[in-house]
């Protein structure tokens, strides 16, 4: 049984569309036709967009945004802890779904579900809505039985993450406006007001200050090259992407970025925040620590990382003390190792790691708000100074406009 999009006109006369679930075209037709209503187009959810469709509605098919995610994690487990079974809680939250294409993505993983397929494998078989982290997480809560309980946790993370994102986007947004309103505004001087002042600035045979020398230079530059340094830019992107998609390149550059202060700092600060709250939600789920270990490894962005956590799940498996591991691998931030340390004395890992997780992320949240409000000044600052030396360029030359015409 699979789902299917409809388009449909109903008895008032009115064309609707929604998705329905059926073995065939036809039986969907049928059931339209039960309605009293007239098909006029059937096709399968799973259905690629076409190239005729139009590009943005391609772009919403691909994925689920984080606040469908988080949502649709939230209505599941709220019904797999009612006690209702997989299937059924799968069609109650297409269901409850008030758009079409998320409804019909649901309903996708639910006819995987009832061939015989795992949860965790259908989510699986969509990659561009459900990630690595979520697919290994509902596959830990399925081989441990604590399926409701690890997506209860999973909601929470998801709605966290969503915040903080949103957050973090929403920081971020002004300051970047700011500046490439500010770009904008240098190269379009520097590219159209600038030529027509060098014809006036050329008639006269005294020589000009060094700064409009240097800016009649820099927008010559521009005029004759600017179109292959943008084409060079464009092409050197796209050779670090193709290269980044190799692992070996890869773990090379997370290599080199944990070398850098600011930047190390940052990455481990995120990725230790992640690896600490999957890491909690395996736990307090019932999952195994070297299992948990081996899954929540996976959850950083950083390939050097993901090998420092590896190693971690090794040495656990091998005897060791998490505290002992996690200090020796020497990536971890040191207040959630202390806080490790504290768990596994306590016997209380899962809510430990769960609140350093939540240290680590008011703490990115409190430095994403300083780095907003430090950049919003230091751009107004920077592109300032640009536009002044800029006025200044022009303008000393005119204050000495009689001079150079004799």
Known sequence: MGAYHYRAVDTQGAVVRGVLEGDSERQIR??????????????PASRQAQPADRWWTRLRAARLSRGELALFTRQLATLLQSGLPLADALQACARQQRKPRVAGLILQIRGRVVEGHALAQALASLPRSFDELY???VRAGESSGYLGQVLLRLADYTETSARTRQQTLSALIYPCVLLLVALGVVVAMMSFVMPKLVAIFAQSARALPPLTRGLIEVSAFLNHYGVYCLLALAGLVAAAQWLLRRPDYRLRWHRLLLRLPLARDWIQAVDSARFSAT?????????????????AAEVPANLALREACAAVASRVQEGGSLYAAMERAGVFPPMLVQMVAGGEASSELGPMLARAAENQERELALTMSTLASVMEPAVVVVMGGAVL??????????????????
Do not use: C, K, M, Y
């Not at 039960?34 to 006029?40: G, N, T, V």
């Not at 890491?279 to 899954?295: F, H, W, Y």
């Open 389 to 406: 030396a800029i006025v200044l360029a022009v303008l000393l030359p005119i204050f000495d406009l009689n001079t150079l015409v004799r």
């Open 30 to 43: 049928n059931q339209l036709r039960a309605r009293h209503w007239q098909p006029l187009e059937v096709s």
């Open 135 to 137: 697919v290994a997480t």
């Open 279 to 295: 890491l909690a939600i395996l736990v307090s789920s019932g999952v195994p620590l070297v299992q948990a270990l081996r899954i």
